[in-house]
């Protein structure tokens, strides 16, 4: 698939800066949101203003890269829990078809035993009045 790069005007810390990317305006304007998000919130804390502008970006890096792995571990743990109820659901599927085998199987045999019990008791009877074919 060929994508076209879009071009788009975003605002980060009062700032108008131009992105170009492949994926949708939309989504860049989400990101530079999020950035710009995490820029005010660092300008709250006190000590961060204190710092020089190498450091302030550097701190800013680290929280962004903080939430992406914090992100990263919630969704490696649902995965790890999707997966095991993906398991738990596929052994229980297993199991029912088993079962459900088994259902058929004793159905299939109870009804043998009925024709048996049908021929037996005809027997019986032909039996006790004497009647045999």
Do not use: F
Request: aromatic residues 6%; neutral net charge.
């Amino acid at each position: 698939m060929n994508k076209s790069k879009k071009m788009m005007e975003v605002i980060i810390d009062g700032k108008v800066y131009t992105l170009a990317g492949e994926e949708s305006e939309e989504y860049m304007q989400r990101v530079a949101s999020y950035v710009n998000s995490k820029i005010q919130e660092m300008k709250n804390m006190p000590s961060y203003k204190k710092l020089n502008k190498d450091l302030q970006g550097i701190l800013l890096a680290l929280n962004i890269s903080d939430d992406l792995y914090k992100t990263k571990e919630v969704l490696k743990m649902a995965k790890e829990e999707y997966d095991k109820k993906d398991q738990t659901i596929y052994t229980m599927t297993q199991q029912i078809s088993s079962e459900k085998l088994q259902a058929e199987t004793a159905k299939k045999l109870a009804e043998e035993y009925r024709q048996k019990i049908t021929e037996l008791q005809k027997r019986i009877i032909e039996l006790e009045t004497g009647v045999e074919k």
